[in-house]
Structures are given as structure tokens and as C-alpha cells.
């Protein structure tokens, strides 16, 4: 009898504790799940907003390093005169050489650095009791700087290619692959990480600038307004200020990446950061040498950073509202 009773209570037991254990393991698989789909809805919409933001002002953007590898002086007029000759020599669509160039690296760029971000975001929140929540500032500059360093560091190559697509005669390079193949095999492959350390120390202060510009005010919007989400229009407008920091801040570093990126093309032996700033001062001054093309940038940038952030965030929340349909409908 007392034997029953202690088989009764054994199976009672093991019956309450299966479905605890089988209950922990699906929180554990659900929070997994969460996880890989966030990941995967930031890399997607990333790619997306990084690809749209740069197609949009590919001819400006060519333009402004043909600008920055030359010794030519910049002005506006200037840079008209350039884009209409390359329309009449090349037509309409060379205005995008480069381009498809530009998408192979800014895809996985833009992929990489939101994601990076959202995840950096997470971390630090964890860290720093914020989960969830807008972080502090310093924690917001150190997100944005350590996704746009994760993101330089693993697609330089694919930027070295662009720059030299965007500066050089379609006859020297048929295509992505002959960059690569050709620079390797005349330059050597150490060639195409020339310029990589101007690039890093360029991309946190933008990175950095730049996420917690548009962190920043999307904050203050929804302190002084009550609402959670901003307009689509005022998106642009936070990204545009995101982006005009961010480039201002960063943009000397810039021009050094770009002339070390097409040294082996335009006669020049940029090596060192130091020696290219010296050699660009010496030769054009340091307002029209290390800040050429400035001000193109500032017509550029602001448009490129708005319309990323702006496409990152409504990408993202369409995203989920279809993630949230699809759940219900189960």
C-alpha cells in the first residue's frame, strides 16, 4: 500500500516538473527566434536603406571624389561644369559609374553597421540598465562608433574598389572583379587596405556623430511632443542634421582615405596619414586641400544620411507590423 502511494507521488511529480521544463525550453527557443528575426529585419533593412540613400546621390557623390583626388580647385560652378561634360562625353547613366561598385560595398556596409548597431544598443542597454530604452549619451556615441568600425573593418576592399571605379576611364576597368584582379597583380594585395587607417579613424567620430545625432533628436521629439514615433518628414530632418555633424566632423580623414585609395592611378606615393595631410597642405592649403568638396557635402550628405536613417526606420517597423500579422495569423 505505502508502496502505491510513493509510485503515485513519484508520477505526480514527474508529471508537474515535464511540462515546466518543456514551458522553459519554448521561452528559451521563442527569445531565440526574436532574436535571429531582429537580427535578419536589421540586416535587411539596412541593406535597404544604405542601397536607396546611395543611389540617390551617386552623381554627386562621384563627382566630389574625382574633386578630392585631383589638385583642381572645387567651387561649385566647378562641379557643375564637371557633371554636365561627363553627361555629354559618357551620357546620362555614366553619371552612376561606379555605382554598382558603391551597392556591392554599402549593401553588407549598411547591413553590418545597423545591425551592429542595434545589437551594440542592446548590449550597452544591458550593461547600463537601459534595455529598451534611449541610452545615455556617452553609451549612444559608443554604439554608433563601434557599428561604424565593425562595418569599415569587415568591407574596406569593396571601398578601395569603388574610389578607384568612381576616378578611372571605363578602359582601365571593365568590371568589379577586373579592379580587384588587376590591382592585386600590379600593386600587390596589400593595396587594397591602403588607406584603411585614415578610414577607421574617420569612422568613429562619424559613426559616432552621426547615431547620436539622430538618437538624440528622435528623444527630444518625444519628450516635447508626446509622440513615440516620428513624421516621415521629420525623420529626414533629424537624419540630414545626423549626417551634416557627423561628415563636418570626419571630413579630412576623408579626403586622406581617397587620395591613399587612388595613389597607384594618379602618380602620387600617398603611405602615411601625416605625410598626405603634409603633401595636400603644401600644395593646396588646408581649406581647399583637406576640406575640398566640403561644401558639395553638405548638399550630399544630409540628403544620403536622412534618406538611410528615414528608409532604416519605417523598413523596420513595416517589418515587424508584418512579423506581428504573421504571428496572430498563427
Not at 557633371?83 to 549598411?110: C, E, H, Q
Not at 597607384?264 to 592649403?285: A, C, D, F, N, P
Request: proline share 4%; hydrophobic share 40%.
Amino acid at each position: 500500500m505505502g508502496s502505491r502511494v510513493k509510485e503515485q507521488r513519484a508520477s505526480l511529480t514527474q508529471g508537474e516538473v515535464l511540462p515546466l521544463a518543456s514551458s522553459s525550453q519554448s521561452e528559451v527557443s521563442n527569445e531565440g527566434l526574436k532574436t535571429s528575426r531582429s537580427v535578419l529585419n536589421s540586416l535587411f533593412s539596412g541593406a535597404l536603406a544604405g542601397a536607396v540613400a546611395k543611389t540617390s546621390v551617386a552623381p554627386l557623390d562621384r563627382t566630389k571624389i574625382i574633386f578630392q583626388v585631383s589638385s583642381a580647385r572645387f567651387s561649385a560652378k566647378e562641379a557643375y561644369r564637371l557633371i554636365y561634360r561627363t553627361y555629354l562625353k559618357d551620357g546620362f547613366f555614366s553619371l552612376w559609374r561606379g555605382n554598382s561598385a558603391t551597392m556591392v560595398r554599402v549593401i553588407p556596409y549598411a547591413a553590418i553597421q545597423f545591425c551592429a548597431h542595434e545589437q551594440y544598443k542592446r548590449l550597452l542597454g544591458g550593461y547600463y540598465g537601459f534595455q529598451g530604452k534611449v541610452l545615455p549619451p556617452f553609451p549612444r556615441l559608443l554604439a554608433g562608433s563601434m557599428a561604424g568600425t565593425t562595418a569599415a573593418m569587415l568591407t574596406y576592399p569593396l571601398d578601395m574598389v569603388r574610389a578607384r571605379m568612381a576616378v578611372t576611364p571605363k578602359e582601365m576597368y571593365s568590371n568589379i572583379l577586373h579592379v580587384f584582379v588587376r590591382i592585386s597583380r600590379e600593386e600587390g594585395l596589400k593595396t587594397l587596405y591602403r588607406g584603411f587607417a585614415p578610414t577607421i579613424l574617420g569612422v568613429v567620430p562619424y559613426a559616432g556623430l552621426s547615431f547620436y545625432t539622430y538618437e538624440t533628436l528622435k528623444k527630444l521629439h518625444a519628450e516635447h511632443s508626446g509622440r513615440l514615433q516620428p513624421y516621415s518628414y521629420e525623420r529626414l530632418a533629424f537624419g540630414a542634421c545626423a549626417g551634416l555633424i557627423g561628415q563636418s566632423a570626419s571630413y579630412p580623414l576623408d579626403v586622406v582615405r581617397r587620395r591613399m585609395q587612388t595613389a597607384g592611378v594618379t602618380g602620387h606615393t600617398y603611405s602615411t596619414i601625416l605625410g598626405t595631410m603634409k603633401e595636400i597642405v603644401s600644395e593646396e592649403g588646408v581649406i581647399r586641400g583637406l576640406y575640398k568638396g566640403l561644401s558639395m557635402n553638405w548638399v550630399k550628405g544630409p540628403i544620403a544620411v536622412g534618406i538611410s536613417f528615414t528608409t532604416f526606420d519605417l523598413t523596420q517597423i513595416l517589418l515587424k507590423k508584418l512579423n506581428q500579422m504573421g504571428y496572430t495569423a498563427r
